[in-house]
């Protein structure tokens, strides 16, 4: 008898033992898991967040935070459609979450469906009103419709609320030379790299800005600059 219980819990030990080990195990995992989800390489991104998916095991705000990470590493693959299902699925359990209109914005925005976009960035300004990336990517969609004066007023706005914001003054810049303001628009550049002065995208439309004014000197340096310095702002 005294055999027969030693046999038993020492069967019982092992059992517990071997819990405890899976129990690590999937605790080890979960968090590589996690690290991977959180990381800045797009494709280890999605594997990581994915395989936390697909588990089943998360929920609420967790299980909302790893489809919106996934969606945000989508959208920088350039895969706009995967990005737009994720972000959907974040609204879905967030409907109060500005960020994850924001974003579903910008998918729909690199995809050319710019009413969507301007919807999606209406709802994350009204559910986050000094939202200054909301605005100036709406001032973006509404330039991308010609509706050049409403992009002006949303890029303005952007600025109004982050003063130091370079890629609204650009943006804006972009806007002002589409309505023939020249000047305007030079002076936005020009603000914009004094904010920060590796901006390659405002060089080279200060260059364009500045041929189009007669200045083909001052617009070759521009343009060269940005050719030298930043060759993706010029394709």
Same mark, same amino acid.
């Given at each position: ?105 910008? =998918? $729909?925005?690199? @995809? /050319? %469906?710019? +009413? *969507? #976009?301007?919807? &999606?960035?209406?709802? !994350? ?49 972009? =806007? $002002?030379?589409? @309505? /023939? %303001?020249? +000047? *305007? #628009?030079?002076? &936005?550049?020009?603000? !914009? ?43």
């Amino acid at each position: 008898m005294k055999m027969n219980i030693f046999l038993l819990c020492s069967a019982l030990m092992l059992n517990h033992a071997a819990a405890a080990e899976a129990d690590k195990a999937v605790a080890q995992t979960k968090a590589q898991n996690m690290a991977r989800c959180a990381g800045h390489d797009a494709d280890i991104s999605i594997v990581g967040c994915s395989a936390l998916i697909q588990s089943g095991q998360e929920t609420g705000a967790t299980l909302a935070a790893l489809y919106q990470r996934r969606g945000i590493a989508y959208h920088n693959k350039g895969l706009a459609d995967e990005a737009i299902a994720d972000q959907t699925a974040v609204i879905a359990l967030k409907p109060e979450y500005a960020r994850a209109y924001y974003d579903r914005g910008e =998918a $729909y925005l690199a @995809k /050319g %469906l710019v +009413d *969507q #976009a301007i919807a &999606d960035y209406t709802q !994350a300004i009204a559910l986050k009103p000094g939202y200054a990336e909301a605005y100036s990517d709406r001032g973006v969609a509404y330039g991308n419709k010609g509706q050049v004066d409403q992009a002006i007023a949303d890029e303005t706005r952007a600025i109004a609320l982050q003063p130091d914001f370079a890629e609204a003054y650009c943006d804006r810049g972009i =806007a $002002y030379k589409s @309505k /023939g %303001l020249i +000047d *305007q #628009a030079i002076a &936005d550049y020009t603000k !914009a790299i004094a904010l920060q002065p590796d901006y390659g995208r405002a060089y080279y439309n200060r260059g364009q800005a500045k041929r189009a004014k007669g200045d083909l000197a001052g617009g070759n340096a521009d343009v060269a600059w940005a050719t030298q310095n930043d060759p993706n702002s010029v394709k």
